[in-house]
C-alpha cells in the first residue's frame, strides 16, 4: 500500500472514494473505528469532523491523509526506540504518553513496549478510554494537573503484568 500511496496517488485516491461510496449504504453516522464512549464524547466537542466519503473526495483531506500514512508506515531514518531523553539535566520524566486502553487506531501493546524501552517517558493508561480521550473532561484535568502541577492520578498509572 505504501508503493501505491508513494507513486500512484491518483490511483490510490480513486479506489479510497469508490470503497468508501460503496460503503455508504451502512450507517456512516456511527464510524467502527470509534468506541461508544468517543462518539459519546465528540457529541459536547464543537467543530470535530468526522471523515466522510464527501469529504475524502477533496484533494486536500486525502493529500493530508496520504502523508500521515506514508510517514506512519515508511521506513524512518531512525529507531524512535533508540532516543535518548530530550531533557537529561530534567530528574522528572518530562514527556508523556497518555493512552486510551480502549483506543481502536494506536495498538496499547505498542505504546506499553515504547514506554517500558524508554524509562524516561511517564506513561499513563486510560482504562475506559479510546482515541479522542482528549474531549473528556476529567481525563484532560488530569493531563493538564500532570503536566503542569506534576500531580499523577492513581487512576492513571498502569499496572503491567510481566
Known sequence: MTLVARYAPKLLHWWM?????????????????????????????????FLTADKLKSRSVFNNLRSDFLVAFSKWDFDPLELSNPFPE????PVHI??????????????RHV??????????????????????????????KSLLLGVDTPLYTPKFTS
Open 90 to 93: 530534567n530528574d522528572k520524566r
Open 115 to 144: 514506554s517500558e524501552r524508554l524509562p524516561w517517558i511517564q506513561y499513563h493508561e486510560v482504562h475506559d478510554g479510546g482515541h479522542l480521550l482528549i474531549y473528556d473532561t476529567a481525563v484532560c484535568e488530569a493531563i493538564l
Open 17 to 49: 472514494i469508490r470503497k468508501t461510496s460503496q460503503s455508504s449504504s451502512t450507517d456512516s453516522t456511527k464510524p467502527t473505528y470509534f468506541t461508544d464512549k468517543d462518539l459519546e464524547l465528540l457529541k459536547n466537542a464543537p467543530g470535530f469532523q
Open 98 to 111: 497518555w493512552h486510551g486502553c480502549e483506543d481502536r487506531f494506536i495498538n496499547l501493546k505498542l505504546q
